[in-house]
């Protein structure tokens, strides 16, 4: 088994999830993704590995993780539609 870093950025935490970059962001305004510490102004989100690849093996923490995404895009489209 691979030594993956103690503490990753938002990037790495994609990667080890499978998912694109801006849905990491969405995660992480959901609060289904919690950085490790206090946030600094202009500092990195750092994310403890042992929590992601925990959370990366809950069947119940993926059924939040899909049902954020949609909800996200639905009030997306939801927005386009009332624009027009």
Same mark, same amino acid.
């Given at each position: 088994?691979?030594? +993956?870093? !103690?503490?990753?950025?938002?990037? @790495? /935490?994609?990667?080890?999830?499978?998912? *694109?970059?801006? @849905?990491?962001?969405? $995660?992480? @305004? *959901?609060? %289904?993704? /919690?950085? /490790?510490?206090?946030?600094?102004?202009r #500092? &990195?989100?750092l994310f !403890?590995?042992? +929590?992601?690849?925990? %959370?990366?093996?809950?069947?119940?923490w993926? &059924? #939040? /993780? #899909?049902? !954020?995404?949609? %909800? +996200?895009?639905? *009030?997306?489209? &939801?927005?386009?539609? $009332? !624009?027009?």
């Amino acid at each position: 088994m691979p030594r +993956y870093p !103690a503490l990753i950025d938002l990037q @790495q /935490v994609c990667w080890l999830l499978g998912i *694109k970059l801006h @849905q990491g962001d969405i $995660l992480v @305004q *959901k609060r %289904l993704l /919690v950085p /490790v510490g206090k946030r600094r102004i202009r #500092k &990195a989100r750092l994310f !403890a590995t042992a +929590y992601v690849l925990e %959370l990366a093996d809950d069947l119940e923490w993926l &059924a #939040k /993780v #899909k049902d !954020a995404f949609s %909800l +996200y895009w639905e *009030k997306i489209n &939801a927005n386009k539609d $009332l !624009a027009q």
